[in-house]
């Protein structure tokens, strides 16, 4: 518990696309939403946890894409944030913070912002909250604060900070941030005692980050300032000024402001933190088996060290492997030497040069009302588990160049095709013709799972007319 009743205002970034822990996470279903650490939580929902008892309720600061995705994972929690902001377009740190800034002065609060990533985990809470009553009482003492990783490794993935003079409250006055070293350098730094890794996550009060911005990057300061006053609600979402905040340069916090002030601070953080940047990364922060090796699924392992192995939907077997990394889902089967996983995001970018929708979508799409997974597909047909959650419907539409047939495997169904409503239980089924105007809604307390089998030309969005209802 924090000795002061001053309020913390977490800020939480929820962007990113995670491309090196592909083929799990895609461009619309980033790390930060899956359930990589805990079998129970996302990362998202982890960080939220883990928040010290005295915060005011979060920002949490997505992308339109996101944005179901986030407020859907803080309801599955029972957690209700202060506001979703989304952005039009990613423009970094600085000016996400600095949204979160103008909004926290215009409720008339000149809150302490506690800055977190979204696909942060963190072992050790006590130790995390400790560092945090640290870090709040240097924020009301004007101070700029990051958090620094006390070094476990040489690791050359992440940029370091050098510790200046000691402040007096394990806190010390920033010297220099540097770029991620090559491995020499940094086993130098951690041999030296004089280096933190740079976490991303920072501790000061609005009014003090919003001056600094303004004296070092002015032109920053200004597209939010615009962005922030042309907001608009819309009903979990506060949505930004979309001109204004898209002619927003895209800069850091490290850069428009950290380097710069003489105001800054680094506390040093030692809690098990990880950012799970990286399948070898994950390996490392997980519970192994006498042989070394985290096995998730149906696995069997013979003659097998060292190795990370993933497995969803089918049998995996392995003989004579040694430091590799396997993960299976259901429309893509990485295998990788652990010592080339930083690499992983050439092969996205491949997948991304080719058009193939893997890096962007899995098979099973999630949706507000629920998830369709397409489960197969031929030149004139196409099949999908449509699961809808209680009290959800589907947007009412017709198709011009595809028929349906719909069949409920549980659940109860309200179908109305053409005005004509009807009610489908377990094992009963319907046809849709092409033209046919309908909609698909789950009136009862249990989800509904359907089948439905397309057939016809044209399967795409393309041929979806959707009407408002």
């Given at each position: 518990?924090m000795e ?7 800020v939480i970034m929820c ?13 619309h ?5 899956l359930?990589l650490?805990?079998a ?6 982890s960080?939220?946890?883990?928040l010290?008892?005295?915060?005011s309720?979060?920002?949490?600061i997505t992308n339109?894409?996101?944005r ?5 994972q803080?309801?599955?929690i029972?957690?209700h ?17 600095a ?9 008339g609060?000149d ?7 979204s696909?942060?985990?963190i ?13 709040f009482?240097l ?7 990051t958090?620094?990783i ?6 050359t ?9 000691s402040?007096g ?6 010297e220099?941030?540097v770029e991620?070293?090559?491995?020499v ?7 030296s ?7 991303g ?14 004296k070092?990057r002015?032109?920053i ?14 009903l ?5 000024d ?16 950290m ?7 680094t ?11 990286s399948?070898?990364a994950?390996?490392?922060?997980l519970?192994?088996?006498k ?16 190795c990370?192995?993933?497995?969803k939907?089918?049998?995996?077997a ?5 430091n590799?990394i ?8 990485l295998?990788?030497?652990?010592d ?6 050439k ?9 193939r929708?893997?890096?962007?979508n899995h ?12 489960i ?5 047909f ?5 699961t ?6 589907m947007?009412?539409?017709?198709h ?10 549980s659940?109860?169904?309200r179908?109305?095709?053409n ?10 089924s319907?046809?849709i ?5 309908h909609?698909?809604?789950n ?6 799972e ?5 057939s016809g ?11 408002n209802?």
């Amino acid at each position: 518990m924090m000795e002061t009743e001053l309020m913390i205002m977490p800020v939480i970034m929820c962007g990113g696309s995670g491309t090196r822990m592909w083929p799990q996470s895609r461009e619309h279903y980033p790390k930060q939403f899956l359930n990589l650490v805990e079998a129970d939580l996302s990362l998202l929902q982890s960080t939220v946890q883990r928040l010290p008892s005295n915060c005011s309720p979060a920002i949490a600061i997505t992308n339109e894409q996101h944005r179901f995705l986030v407020a859907e994972q803080l309801r599955e929690i029972d957690y209700h944030p202060q506001s979703i902001v989304l952005e039009p377009e990613g423009r970094n740190t600085a000016p996400a913070v600095a949204i979160a800034a103008f909004m926290a002065l215009e409720k008339g609060q000149d809150a302490t912002l506690l800055i977190m990533a979204s696909d942060h985990f963190i072992e050790n809470n006590i130790a995390f909250h400790q560092c945090i009553e640290n870090g709040f009482k240097l924020a009301n003492q004007n101070k700029l604060v990051t958090f620094g990783i006390v070094p476990s490794s040489p690791e050359t993935g992440y940029g370091y900070i050098k510790k200046g003079i000691s402040t007096g409250i394990n806190a010390f006055n920033i010297e220099q941030f540097v770029e991620k070293p090559d491995l020499v350098t940094a086993q130098q730094y951690v041999s030296s005692g004089d280096y933190l890794w740079n976490s991303g996550m920072f501790m000061f009060k609005a009014s003090l980050y919003l001056a600094e911005l303004e004296k070092y990057r002015p032109d920053i300061y200004q597209a939010c300032l615009e962005a922030s006053q042309n907001n608009q609600n819309d009903l979990d979402f506060t949505r930004l000024d979309h001109d204004a905040f898209c002619a927003c340069p895209s800069e850091s916090i490290d850069y428009a402001v950290m380097e710069k002030t003489n105001l800054g601070v680094t506390v040093p953080l030692d809690a098990g933190w990880c950012d799970v940047g990286s399948w070898s990364a994950l390996w490392e922060l997980l519970p192994k088996d006498k042989n070394n090796n985290y096995l998730r699924g149906d696995i069997i392992s013979e003659q097998t060290y060292d190795c990370y192995i993933n497995g969803k939907n089918r049998l995996i077997a392995t003989l004579g492997l040694e430091n590799f990394i396997i993960v299976d889902t259901d429309d893509a089967l990485l295998i990788a030497n652990k010592d080339k996983v930083q690499d992983i995001k050439k092969i996205v970018a491949e997948l991304n040069k080719a058009n193939r929708p893997e890096s962007i979508n899995h098979r099973k799409i999630y949706r507000p009302w629920g998830s369709y997974d397409s489960i197969d597909e031929g030149t004139r047909f196409q099949v999908k588990r449509i699961t809808l959650k209680p009290g959800k419907k589907m947007t009412t539409q017709m198709h011009h160049h595809r028929a349906e047939h719909w069949i409920v495997v549980s659940g109860t169904a309200r179908v109305v095709k053409n005005d004509v409503e009807e009610l489908l239980t377990e094992n009963q089924s319907t046809y849709i013709p092409i033209g046919v105007k309908h909609s698909l809604e789950n009136p009862g307390q249990l989800p509904l799972e359907v089948i439905e089998v397309q057939s016809g030309q044209l399967f795409g969005d393309q041929d979806i007319i959707r009407f408002n209802d």
